[in-house]
């Protein structure tokens, strides 16, 4: 039973960091989707575009599709 606490603290941990960047990944696509949508409204579709392109390209940087 000892031996499993530091294993139950270290999955904790992990669960909890994994928590933060879910939240943090879904704060950005809001504040994203925001801007997307407030370029949308005022008619600047060709700037929404480049932002969208910009925030694509920026992901396959990173290496995630």
């Known amino acids: 039973e000892m031996a499993e606490r530091p294993l139950l603290t270290i999955a904790a941990r992990a ?4 928590a933060e960047r ?6 950005d696509q809001r504040n994203h ?3 997307v949508l ?3 409204e ?3 579709t060709g700037r929404a575009a480049d932002y969208v ?3 694509r390209r920026g ?7």
């Open 59 to 65: 992901i396959a940087e990173e290496g995630v599709e």
């Open 22 to 27: 879910t939240a943090r990944f879904r704060h």
């Open 53 to 55: 392109r910009d925030l």
């Open 38 to 40: 407030g370029l949308v």
């Open 33 to 35: 989707l925001q801007v």
């Open 42 to 44: 005022r008619g600047q």
């Open 15 to 18: 669960a909890s960091a994994e």
